[in-house]
């Protein structure tokens, strides 16, 4: 909590250039496509992306394969190993951006609550993203529809080691969760209702800071609980 504060203050002081760099998004019209490791990750191909700005989240990036994304974030746990070549982005988002500069950005306006800051790497983005100043946040790959029988064998173990995964999930019925191989569906550590309650927090959070969000997944199944569309206006 000490370290936060001293960041926050930081931060607090810093808020002009922050400013300015929301200003800059909003005269940019752009909007963010921010794209998990769910299977919907590879719809981003459906969709005209011109005047979009790409944020991937740990091996999401991966959906891309030579193509250049905006930004790349990953969780403090994430593997060193698995972290894409700084070519592969044009920017990676720090701990400081995510963190500490969201909880500062809400204190300085005065916002009646505390952002859901450190509960998943979703939610982190999607902080982060409304304190940059995007309009609109279109989802792809954070359906949370996590095959039921590796929920049940994962039991919230916690590995990124490819080979012990494999073992856990060995069974015919475990296909992954992920579009590039073997994921965890580790963000229901927090508990079904509970992620889904976060869900309903972080839109209503969205409002004050005149973002929307708006799911582009054509899968049906999982928690995600923001309105679907189409494609991106």
Not at 128 to 155: C, E, M, Q, S
Not at 180 to 203: C, V
């Amino acid at each position: 909590m000490i370290k936060e504060h001293i960041f926050g203050l930081n931060t607090f002081f810093k808020f002009k250039k922050l400013k300015e760099t929301r200003l800059k998004v909003y005269q940019s019209n752009k909007s963010l496509l921010l794209v998990g490791s769910g299977k919907s990750a590879l719809e981003y191909k459906n969709h005209d992306l011109r005047n979009t700005h790409i944020l991937t989240v740990n091996n999401s990036i991966k959906a891309f394969g030579d193509m250049i994304v905006d930004y790349y974030m990953c969780a403090t746990d994430f593997s060193q190993k698995e972290i894409p070549r700084k070519s592969k982005f044009k920017k990676r988002i720090s701990k400081y951006e995510y963190r500490y500069q969201t909880l500062a950005f809400a204190k300085y306006k005065k916002f009646p609550f505390r952002p859901l800051i450190g509960k998943t790497i979703f939610l982190d983005c999607l902080n982060w993203a409304f304190t940059k100043g995007y309009k609109k946040i279109y989802l792809l790959g954070f359906d949370h529809d996590y095959n039921p029988n590796r929920v049940k064998k994962w039991d919230g173990k916690y590995t990124t080691n490819k080979e012990k995964l494999e073992k856990v999930f060995n069974g015919k019925n475990d296909e992954p969760d992920t579009f590039y191989g073997h994921g965890t569906p580790d963000p229901l550590r927090l508990g079904e209702e509970n992620l889904q309650n976060y869900f309903y927090l972080i839109e209503s959070h969205a409002k004050f800071y005149g973002s929307e969000i708006l799911n582009l997944s054509m899968e049906k199944r999982g928690l995600s609980t923001f309105k679907k569309v189409k494609k991106i206006n």
